[in-house]
């Protein structure tokens, strides 16, 4: 039994598999009669559609739980919330606050564990962000990637060890305090985004504000202040694509006009949660 809680947990050659899998439009019902637990202890609109319609389109049936019908460490345990799911369902995933309630459910259970998002990770939006970035470059080796703004949040931790894992190459550019706490090996980080977008072929950036930051939004404003991605910005890297995980602040970490401009892929990083939420749920039920 497989879980994909991290993709530094993931053995070499499993994120080639999974987008391999992503792309194929042949992966026939391997879910088919089986339900797929879906919690949410954060809401999610692009998580939970692409998640929804991945399990459909694998001839299972997906059930959304909201937190407080489970009550993680409240309610009942997170081993037991698990092995309650486990009686019903072949995977379960969920969007966690605590990344240490997934590594505690999956030890309790048998059946593949799937995070959706963590305070440490986000596994299944750097699949997306790497088919993204091979259907527009034909490659992922030697792919160059700049990311710009806060580096040390679970999105750009998981995109840094995604990069590592294909041998694209990544540069984080960040204030200090901000900068990614734990870099894979190969991955640099820079103070300057212009340094960063130097050469770039796709310009990456989250937003300043997450969700439980809002009373660090001024302080983090401020540090940002001078890590907007706006058309200066975007000019100086050349013909850069530029990406988006969402939801976006318009006039914060990015401008509208790069938002709406022709090299924005981000709708396309959009559908693809989609397809590489099927992949990885195609390899958790064993599909290769």
């Not at 309790?108 to 970035?133: G, I, K, M, W, Y």
């Not at 439980?212 to 001024?218: C, H, R, S, T």
């Amino acid at each position: 039994m497989t879980d994909l809680l991290s993709i530094a947990d993931l053995q070499e050659g499993a994120v080639a598999e999974i987008l391999a899998l992503s792309e194929r439009t042949d992966l026939g019902r391997p879910l088919e009669g089986k339900g797929v637990a879906l919690v949410f202890q954060k809401p999610s609109a692009r998580t939970r559609n692409s998640t929804e319609m991945a399990v459909v389109q694998l001839g299972g049936h997906p059930v959304y739980i909201q937190k407080e019908e489970v009550g993680i460490d409240t309610r009942e345990s997170a081993e037991d919330v698990a092995r309650t799911l486990a009686c019903y369902h072949a995977i379960i995933c969920a969007r966690v606050m605590d990344h240490r309630h997934l590594v505690r459910m999956a030890g309790a259970v048998e059946v593949p564990v799937a995070n959706l998002l963590s305070d440490r990770d986000h596994p299944f939006q750097a699949l997306a962000d790497l088919l993204t970035v091979k259907q527009l470059l034909g490659r992922l080796e030697g792919a160059r990637i700049a990311w710009i703004g806060d580096a040390d949040n679970n999105v750009a931790r998981s995109l840094a060890q995604a990069c590592v894992a294909v041998g694209a190459e990544l540069t984080l550019a960040s204030p200090d305090g901000y900068r990614l706490s734990d870099p894979p090996y190969g991955v640099r980080q820079v103070a300057d985004p212009a340094e960063a977008v130097e050469g770039a072929e796709f310009v990456y950036t989250d937003v300043w504000v997450s969700m439980g930051q809002d009373e660090e939004a001024e302080a983090r404003r401020q540090a940002f202040a001078a890590y907007q991605v706006n058309e200066a910005l975007m000019a100086r890297a050349g013909n850069a694509w530029f990406l988006h995980c969402l939801p976006a602040r318009r006039g914060e970490e990015v401008t509208h006009a790069v938002m709406e401009s022709p090299r924005s892929a981000v709708w396309r990083q959009a559908e693809n949660r989609m397809h590489t939420a099927r992949g990885a749920l195609a390899w958790l039920a064993g599909v290769r």
